[in-house]
């Protein structure tokens, strides 16, 4: 069962334009919802992320918004870039314990933004 | 700062043969130790994670292994690998709250 459901699974965007990546979880416990940002034959690098008490966080031109009464949460990259051509992943993670997996990933958004 | 290192790079296997790779952390103690596999265009599949030396769990059974020899090593290890290896192998580390991710092991099983 997929934890963190991500869309689009693609997207394409122009230069200059905003791109919106989507997800939504169903576990209560989450407590971080961190985005990562993937180039080809690289491991992906955290981008920004967010907990729950914050209905959004700006960093820049990257953006997460937060809906915690309906378990979303989106990333907004303003004035999208060529150089923002990646995969971007949202993540859902909770507080570590001592035999339980923390992180669940959505399936990934392969975002191409077209000069 | 914390930094973890993962090799090698690249890999071409023959199917059937062992294989064995390594990542070490840096700059942190008792971290949270994950090996993922993503196929190409594809998501991340954890395949195993460890909370601590000697202490790894399973998520998908398979045609590999893993062990933690040491706090900050975690080795990703087959006795004989299929064509179905194939993939690109990121080991992670986390603490608390975030996952960081290592360069990765583009494996080619041939």
């Known amino acids: 069962q997929q934890q963190v459901k991500q869309s689009p699974q693609s997207l394409i965007v122009q230069k200059g334009g905003i791109s919106i990546i989507n997800c939504a979880y169903e576990?209560?416990?989450?407590?971080?919802f961190p985005w990562y940002q993937q180039f080809p034959g690289k491991g992906p690098a955290l981008l920004i992320a967010?907990?729950?008490?914050?209905s959004e966080k700006k960093e820049g031109r990257f953006t997460i918004s937060f809906n915690k009464s309906a378990k979303q949460f989106s990333l907004h990259i303003m004035d999208s870039q060529p150089g923002d051509s990646a995969t971007y992943f949202c993540?859902?993670?909770?507080?570590?314990?001592?035999?339980?997996?923390?992180?669940?990933f959505g399936t990934g958004t392969s975002l191409t933004v077209i000069p | 700062s914390q930094t973890i290192h993962q090799w090698p790079a690249t890999l071409v296997q023959p199917v059937g043969s062992p294989l064995s790779l390594e990542c070490t952390v840096e700059?942190?103690?008792?971290?949270?130790l994950y090996w993922y596999r993503q196929a190409a265009g594809r998501g991340l599949q954890l395949l195993f994670y460890s909370v601590g030396i000697g202490q790894i769990s399973s998520e998908v059974p398979q045609n590999l292994s893993a062990s933690r020899p040491q706090d900050r090593q975690f080795i990703l290890s087959s006795k004989k690998l299929l064509l179905s290896d194939s993939g690109f192998y990121l080991c992670a580390w986390s603490v608390y709250t975030e996952a960081f991710f290592g360069q990765g092991t583009r494996l080619t099983v041939v």
């Open positions: 576990n209560t416990a989450f407590d971080y």
């Open positions: 700059g942190t103690s008792n971290p949270n």
């Open positions: 967010i907990r729950p008490d914050v």
């Open positions: 993540a859902a993670s909770m507080v570590p314990s001592n035999t339980g997996n923390q992180f669940y």
